[in-house]
C-alpha cells in the first residue's frame, strides 16, 4: 500500500467542460471503439492547459486521447485503445464507513492494516501518492494483477470536488489486464477512520492485436 499524497485543487472547469473540448470526431472514435461508455473523464493535458485529454472506459476497451498536432501542424488528438477480450469485463463494490479509531495506535489511510508486497511496483511517483488516498481493498484491486504477474504499461487518474469530498477516476492498464476505479468519498478532512467511501472498481482482459 501507499502513503497518501497531498491532492492539490485548483479553480479549473469540469470534467464537462474538457470533453466539449474534444472535436465530435474525437469522441465518437473513442466510443465507437470502446462501445457504450461505463466510466469517462476529461481534462485539460498536463503539458498544455489549453487543451483537452479524456479517458473512456467502455464495455469494449479502454481509450486514451491525447492531444498532438496533424501534418499540417494544426490540433488534432491521438487515440489510444486497449480492446476488451469479450464478456471479460467484472467489477466489485469497495465501501468504507466511517468506524471508532483503534485505541493506543494512529488510524491509517483507508482504516485497515495494510498488506506489504515482497517487490515495488513500478508506479510514477503521482499516482503512488493518489492511490494512497484510497481505502486499502481499493488499492489492493487496482495493483492486484501486477503483484499475479502482469506487467504495469500505463496509468492515470483524475478527482473532483473539495478537501472534505471527492468525486474519483483511476486506471491502471498492463499487458494483460485494466482495472479501473470510480467513486465518491466523503468526511476526508478529518480523522482517517471518519472517513467513507463507495468505488466501483471495474476490471477486463486485454485482447490480444
Same mark, same amino acid.
Given at each position: 500500500?501507499?502513503? &497518501?499524497?497531498?491532492?492539490?485543487?485548483?479553480?479549473?472547469?469540469?470534467?464537462?467542460?474538457?470533453?466539449?473540448?474534444?472535436?465530435?470526431?474525437?469522441?465518437?472514435?473513442?466510443?465507437?471503439?470502446?462501445?457504450?461508455?461505463?466510466?469517462?473523464? &476529461?481534462? @485539460?493535458?498536463?503539458?498544455?492547459?489549453?487543451?483537452?485529454?479524456?479517458?473512456?472506459?467502455?464495455? #469494449?476497451?479502454? /481509450?486514451?486521447?491525447?492531444?498532438?498536432?496533424?501534418?499540417?501542424?494544426?490540433?488534432?488528438?491521438?487515440?489510444?485503445?486497449?480492446?476488451?477480450?469479450?464478456?471479460? +469485463?467484472?467489477?466489485?463494490?469497495?465501501?468504507?464507513?466511517?468506524?471508532?479509531?483503534?485505541?493506543?495506535?494512529?488510524?491509517?489511510?483507508?482504516?485497515?492494516?495494510?498488506?506489504?508486497?515482497?517487490?515495488?511496483?513500478?508506479?510514477?511517483?503521482? +499516482?503512488?501518492?493518489?492511490?494512497?488516498?484510497?481505502?486499502?481493498?481499493?488499492? /489492493? #484491486?487496482?495493483?492486484?494483477?501486477?503483484?499475479?504477474?502482469?506487467?504495469?504499461?500505463?496509468?492515470?487518474?483524475?478527482?473532483?470536488?473539495?478537501?472534505?469530498?471527492?468525486?474519483? *477516476? @483511476?486506471?491502471?492498464?498492463?499487458?494483460? *489486464?485494466?482495472?479501473?476505479?470510480?467513486?465518491?468519498?466523503?468526511?476526508?478532512?478529518?480523522? &482517517?477512520? #471518519? /472517513?467513507? *467511501? #463507495?468505488?466501483? @472498481?471495474?476490471? /477486463?482482459?486485454?485482447?490480444?492485436?
Amino acid at each position: 500500500m501507499h502513503d &497518501a499524497g497531498t491532492l492539490r485543487l485548483v479553480e479549473r472547469p469540469g470534467r464537462e467542460y474538457w470533453w466539449r473540448q474534444l472535436s465530435t470526431a474525437a469522441r465518437d472514435r473513442m466510443v465507437t471503439r470502446t462501445g457504450p461508455i461505463v466510466e469517462w473523464w &476529461a481534462y @485539460c493535458h498536463p503539458t498544455d492547459h489549453e487543451r483537452p485529454y479524456a479517458v473512456v472506459f467502455g464495455e #469494449r476497451g479502454l /481509450a486514451v486521447a491525447t492531444p498532438t498536432v496533424n501534418d499540417q501542424g494544426g490540433p488534432a488528438q491521438s487515440i489510444t485503445v486497449l480492446p476488451f477480450v469479450p464478456s471479460s +469485463l467484472r467489477h466489485a463494490m469497495v465501501v468504507q464507513k466511517p468506524r471508532r479509531p483503534r485505541s493506543g495506535r494512529p488510524a491509517l489511510p483507508g482504516g485497515d492494516e495494510p498488506q506489504g508486497y515482497d517487490a515495488e511496483l513500478p508506479l510514477p511517483e503521482r +499516482l503512488r501518492g493518489f492511490l494512497g488516498n484510497l481505502p486499502v481493498e481499493a488499492q /489492493a #484491486r487496482l495493483q492486484r494483477p501486477f503483484v499475479n504477474g502482469d506487467t504495469f504499461a500505463r496509468g492515470n487518474h483524475f478527482y473532483s470536488g473539495n478537501e472534505d469530498e471527492l468525486d474519483v *477516476w @483511476c486506471y491502471l492498464a498492463g499487458r494483460r *489486464w485494466v482495472t479501473f476505479v470510480s467513486g465518491h468519498g466523503s468526511g476526508l478532512s478529518g480523522p &482517517a477512520h #471518519r /472517513a467513507s *467511501w #463507495r468505488l466501483i @472498481c471495474r476490471q /477486463a482482459e486485454v485482447a490480444a492485436r
